[in-house]
């Protein structure tokens, strides 16, 4: 009974935890001291000793817990999880891409794939002309953000004809060089109604390439309700790269990607509608400053002074632009940009007006017209053209040799002058032209 009763006054055993908060004097007091000491080494037993030899036991398993357990654990017995040193996201090296660039490649290049079937009247077809293939620079490379810059495709695109059939969509594949499968667009109409807009960086970013040369490409409509899916256009894109702009240094991989348009150049465009006269063209870097001239017979004609100003030049102004999604460094010649200038001549008339007697009226004047382009103050383009003797602008046959004939609408060679174009590949309209599918029957430089 005895033992019994000491066992009670013994208080209750507590929580690990909170025996780490005992003051360290009673922890002395009671396992450290002398006294407790003494206890255990003198005749006789005691309850007293009993006491104090547990207690001694108690408060040295209690200093080994402590000193152990307190740096891994906070109040309430919640663990503290260790933190691993996070580990460098290496740096992809380029040559890891499947797709290799053009520089190093040693295979010919891929040529478009079998050509669409001829569609039939009625269908929708695509705009040959207005089809635009262009990389979207990412500041990343397949979701990481670790300085190296990759790519995905956009394409863009305008249609002729009823439309989309119910139930039907666009869309666009883009291979690898070689042909391998990359991605594949979806495309949703663009926001002022001319045309689609195919791939979403959203979608894609996991999808970028570090990988240059010629993508070959294909648009298809697919309608799950007839079952069919039909390949409307293929074509094949030159893609090249520069680094950005800035003071990086020369081994970094923070690359601007561009289609090269140099095919561009040389091809010009002469049509008329609404009975305005108006001529397309294309240059290379920035665009302001641009005027068409118009000289019939070795004079300039449409152009005349009334109140004081000038009439007659056109004021050109690009219509389609291709310029990287980043800033391009000084390795890209002219920025790495190219523009359609549309150029209305507004004193040119198919009909005479008898309220603007100063207009040229080319019906009443057939014959061989000639187009000069200034730009700054310099002569940078010059195209020609014909009117025959019902009005209309003769057929040279290109547009028509190629299925993309129009009502007084032509294709014409463009003699690019001069050097603010800066260094072009001025063979490229021979095989790249609207993305591999060269103008038959066309020449350049013009005779």
Not at 123 to 148: A, C, H, K, M
Not at 296 to 310: C, L, M, N, P, T
Not at 323 to 345: E, H, L, S, Y
């Amino acid at each position: 009974m005895a033992w019994e009763a000491m066992r009670t006054r013994v208080p209750p055993r507590k929580h690990p935890t909170e025996l780490c908060n005992v003051p360290a004097r009673a922890l002395e007091r009671a396992g450290a001291s002398g006294q407790a000491r003494t206890y255990l080494y003198s005749k006789g037993t005691t309850r007293k000793m009993r006491k104090h030899v547990l207690l001694a036991l108690a408060s040295a398993v209690i200093a080994a817990f402590c000193c152990q357990s307190v740096p891994a654990q906070l109040p309430g017995g919640l663990k503290i999880p260790k933190l691993s040193k996070p580990k460098p996201t290496p740096t992809p090296a380029e040559t890891a891409q499947p797709a290799p660039s053009n520089e190093t490649r040693t295979a010919a290049q891929p040529s478009p794939s079998a050509a669409p079937p001829q569609p039939t009247a009625g269908d929708t077809t695509l705009i040959n002309t207005r089809i635009r293939f262009w990389p979207e620079t990412l500041t990343s490379y397949q979701g990481n953000y670790n300085d190296v810059w990759s790519w995905i495709p956009t394409v863009k695109f305008t249609t002729q004809g009823p439309g989309l059939p119910s139930g039907a969509h666009y869309y666009v594949e883009v291979a690898q060089p070689g042909g391998a499968p990359w991605v594949k667009l979806k495309c949703v109409g663009n926001a002022d109604g001319t045309g689609y807009d195919c791939g979403n960086s959203n979608d894609l970013e996991k999808e970028g390439t570090l990988a240059t040369g010629v993508f070959p490409f294909t648009v298809k409509m697919r309608n799950p309700l007839d079952g069919t899916d039909k390949m409307l256009f293929t074509g094949r894109a030159k893609v090249e790269k520069v680094l950005t702009s800035g003071n990086i240094p020369p081994t970094s991989k923070q690359f601007v990607y561009y289609t090269n348009q140099d095919w561009n150049l040389p091809i010009g465009q002469v049509y008329i509608a609404n009975e305005h006269l108006t001529v397309r063209f294309w240059l290379r870097g920035e665009t302001p400053g641009v005027e068409a001239h118009l000289f019939y017979r070795g004079q300039e004609v449409g152009i005349f002074e009334k109140y004081g100003y000038q009439y007659g030049a056109s004021r050109c102004s690009p219509d389609i632009e291709y310029r990287p999604t980043r800033d391009a460094g000084a390795g890209a010649p002219q920025g790495a940009k190219w523009a359609r200038m549309n150029c209305p001549f507004e004193t040119i008339r198919t009909e005479p007006n008898p309220n603007s007697p100063d207009w040229h009226i080319i019906s009443a004047n057939p014959g061989e017209y000639e187009v000069k382009v200034l730009r700054n103050k310099r002569l940078t383009r010059v195209l020609k053209f014909s009117i025959g003797s019902d009005g209309h602008i003769v057929d040279n046959g290109i547009a028509s040799g190629n299925g993309m004939a129009g009502d007084n609408f032509i294709f014409v060679p463009v003699l690019v002058v001069g050097d603010l174009d800066g260094v072009w590949d001025r063979n490229a309209w021979k095989t790249d032209a609207f993305y591999g599918h060269a103008l038959k029957g066309f020449n350049w430089p013009p005779q």
